[in-house]
């Protein structure tokens, strides 16, 4: 045995298949290191993960269009922070980090600011998460950071001031059946003429009462009121959408622009006020007030337009400004120099003994008021021709003889160019006055987005 030690440690000394476990041995600590960072960071990575989800939805909860924030903004005057959306953006981040664990919880700023019509929510926080590896190399934490910021955009406020033709024409029996049925109770007149010469239940307007005949007024009357629950069901704030309405005067005797509803908010009210819609009285046939004279749109926009203050951005205390024309689209009036017939022509005939203009609106009453920023939506009632020679000789060379929507009629021409770009709707009452009137009302809407 002591003979063959000494050959026993020289194979020892020359063995190198040992060297394998030792270079091991040495690898593993790095190796172990590292895989500890990565499962370190990999948890921290996840945790923030979880806190980021938490400001996000904090962020965006704050300012969605049910929150506490988003009302709030809608009553302020000016910009600035909203306390109530601060709040709710840390009770939100809160809720969502409740049952998070791994962590030890820092700082966490919400920010909610209103700026124009935009509200933007900010929502910072920071954290640290204890580490169990990269304790060996001095890292005992992780600090964790992030930010989410989301924004929306509040509704713009607008008012709308209801300019409402309530001239004679306008109560034209509203259907082909109603003017069959008209015409035939009066000996061949469609026009439902509110005659107060006449004795009571005698006038062609006692007639299509009584007998229950629709008018265009009526239809317009209705389409109005309906038009405030539209606007009620729209609007995101209650002041949101204030409305006035006018008409062109209860009688010729007091012929002009009249207020029948101040600008409010109170639809409600601007409802029941649009009930009272109603066709002008007139003091017979050659009336001695007007001489039948009873559409005069170059006195009626020049009023309007002074009524209207000057629009702004659409806050709440400055809004938008929309004006709302439903109306035949035929002026009658003495021709003023400013009316169509200001130049008696085949086109626009003017009748000479009284100076009387019948003539497509004029759409320079309508660019003055565009001019100052004010949109102008109009929906124009199709004028109806009855069958008779007045109609024949005064109002068809405009109207190119046609029934229904025609693109060679200078009234349908002359009321597309009265309106803003894409706020035009041309219908006949068949089609549905009150439809085309909350579509437009909708599109003014859109239109107002787009614009703001």
């Known amino acids: 045995m002591r003979a063959a030690f000494p050959t026993l440690l020289c194979h020892f000394v020359r063995d190198r298949r040992g060297n394998i476990a030792v270079i091991f041995a040495l690898a593993c600590v790095p190796l ?3 895989v500890g960072c990565a499962v370190d960071y990999s948890r921290a990575t996840q945790i923030r993960s979880k806190l980021q989800a938490a ?52 700082t966490v700023t919400p920010t909610v600011v209103k700026s124009g019509s935009t509200v933007t929510s900010t929502v910072t926080f920071s954290a640290t998460v204890n580490t169990m590896f990269l304790g060996v190399i001095g890292k005992t934490s992780l600090a964790l950071t992030g930010t989410s910021t989301s924004t929306a955009t509040m509704p713009l406020y607008v008012d709308f001031y209801l300019l409402l033709d309530n001239s004679p024409s306008m109560g034209v029996a509203a259907t082909p059946a109603d003017i069959t049925n008209m015409q035939a109770r009066t000996g061949g007149c469609a026009f439902a003429c509110h005659d107060t010469t006449k004795a009571a239940g005698t006038s062609n307007y006692d007639i299509a009462k009584a007998n229950g005949i629709t008018t265009r007024i009526d239809v317009v009357r209705q389409a109005s009121a309906n038009l405030m629950d539209t606007a009620r069901n729209t609007q ?14 209860g009688a010729s005797a007091t012929i002009g622009l009249r207020n029948l509803f101040s600008l409010s908010s109170s639809l409600t009210s601007a409802k029941t006020a649009a009930g009272g819609i109603d066709l002008m009285a007139v003091a017979g046939q050659n009336d001695a007030y007007t001489a039948d004279k009873d559409t005069p749109f170059t006195t009626i926009f020049p009023a309007i337009n002074n009524e209207i203050a000057s629009p702004g951005p659409g806050t709440s205390a400055s809004p938008l400004k929309y004006l709302f024309l439903v109306s035949d689209g035929v002026a009658d009036e003495t021709n003023s120099g400013k009316t169509m017939c200001s130049v008696s022509s085949a086109a626009y005939p003017l009748y000479t003994p009284t100076n009387r203009c019948q003539s497509p609106i004029n759409p320079a009453l309508c660019k003055t008021l565009k001019d100052r920023g004010i949109k102008i939506a109009v929906l124009y009632t199709t004028y109806q021709p009855p069958t008779d020679s007045w109609y024949s000789t005064w109002i068809a060379p405009f109207n190119a003889g046609t029934w229904g929507p025609s693109p060679n009629s200078k009234i349908a021409q002359n009321m597309q160019a009265c309106a803003s770009p894409g706020l035009y709707f041309e219908v006949s009452p068949t089609q549905g006055i009150s439809d085309a009137m909350n579509a437009l009302f909708k599109k003014a809407v859109a239109d107002a987005r787009i614009s703001g």
């Open 236 to 249: 995101t704030y209650t002041n949101q959408f204030r409305m006035a309405i006018y008409d062109f005067g």
């Open 55 to 106: 400001a996000d939805a904090a962020s965006v909860g704050s300012i969605a269009k049910a929150s506490p924030a988003f009302a709030a903004a809608g009553t302020m005057t000016s910009d600035g922070s909203i306390a109530v959306g601060v709040t709710d953006a840390q009770n939100i981040f809160n809720a969502n980090v409740a049952n998070l664990t791994g962590y030890t919880p820092g």
């Open 32 to 34: 172990i290191t590292v």
